[in-house]
């Protein structure tokens, strides 16, 4: 990732730095990640006493046997920051290391009781490299080598002269051998490259294109989605066309619903099949399947509260409540495409944590007031329903609630897991499962559209859900004959309940 993130002071523990840098490209990680990393004047930066870095990106990368997986620089420059000498000479190091490399990184130094780990050599350090010579000072320690990754982490040395105020480092092409979470890091312990900004760009590929590993198993998951709106689509079509005089508004907003999950899933797969490609990935795309997954969200809340209160069953319209539901659609709305796009789209910076949580708050409070809403408007409608005895709807509105329920218990324990994996695995070890977290939800989503589908689909029984003014639904019908139909209006009912006066002839 195209991560700058700045620090202001300085941590006693450079384990600590390092690792909580790592949490943060980790948290930062679905942004604009990409397999082109670009390098806009990014800056090494201190962290701890000696040691300054930058980093140029994260990427699971698989491996397959006969497959080709590798990360490569092109046109990588360092230059010196302005004002800084350039009458000293200066040590730049790429590492390119994978997770499990990460032990390597640095040695423990024991002063005075106190244990740490230092990552440059010093002036008073009495360290031995592994052929036993003395380390160097300004040197980049690194530990003993692990005989199962032989030859990691890879070490590419570049040095600038004094009088040189910009470096031009040798395009780097590493192999990946093995499948792995990896890193690219750019690390001097010079004073003399302080403020020294990087620019150039990396380019990591998997065996099956340019998709990082972490969103590789997205393109054939929304694949299978968009096959799977398509089907229901299809159905859902079939069935509409059959019953097309019991139509109700609810059933149009279901409609809708499925169009959005159909174009949705399609512009995912489009643009995730686009950066696997070509490793770039437009913005535009991106906006266009943001927008739509944020715009059927909605629509669905508003389905979901619609139905529990009651609309179109056992009340024409919301009445005075219409202004809220819009009102809280239209929040959540705002508040959703603000966090997708943060997420997506938005430039990973060093308030990426804070900007997220700012986002991430408020989206979760108004899916709290939604589920609350709900829940209290379905045990209004339940009473209203069952106090009238009318038994076809009270039925109908049972399932539709424990299914509700359900969908709602689910949720609660995905959530618990997701926030249990996303601690126990704050750096990523298990990153090949990370999808899983995202396409969770899409399919519950879609299961339960099914189960609504199911619940309100056009039918010739349909007259029996609609809303009937004063009197019961099993009255309506009889006293219109059996041919009472829901797309009629309630004044048409209220006619065939009166009593009709003779006709006068003169």
Known sequence: DETDARRDGREDDDVAVLRFMAVLATLGGRGTQAATHRYRGTELEAVGDELRMARGGREGVRAEEGKTSYVKTFDVVMRRAEGESSDKSGTLHALVFALEDYDRLGRLQTKNGVQRRAYCCREESDWRDEEGEWCTPGQLLLGPPNPERTGWPKDFTFKVEAGETELHLKDLDVPIKQTGMYYLWFLSCDPALDGATITGKSVWKNPTGYLPGMMAPNLPFFGVMSILYVALGAIWLLVYAINWKEVVMVQHCISAVILLGMVETMVWYLDYENFNRTGERPYLTTLVAIVLGCLRKTLARFLVLAVSMGYGVVKPTLAGLQQRVLALCG????????????????????????????????????????????????????????????????????????????????SLFWIIYEMYFRISDSINVYWENEWVNGAFWHMLNFLVLCGICFLWRPSQQAARFAFVAERDEEEAVALTGGQYRSDQTDIFVLEAMEPQEPEKHD
Do not use: C
């Open 331 to 410: 929040a959540y709305l705002l508040f959703s495409l603000s966090l997708e796009i943060a997420t997506n789209l938005g430039a990973v910076d060093d308030m990426v944590t804070v900007v997220r949580l700012m986002l991430v708050v408020p989206v979760s409070i108004i899916d709290s007031l939604f589920i609350l809403w709900i829940f209290t408007s379905l045990s209004r409608t339940l009473s209203q329903v069952h106090s009238r005895k009318q038994t076809a709807k009270l039925d109908l509105y049972r399932n539709f609630t424990n299914m509700i329920a359900i969908t709602v218990v689910v």
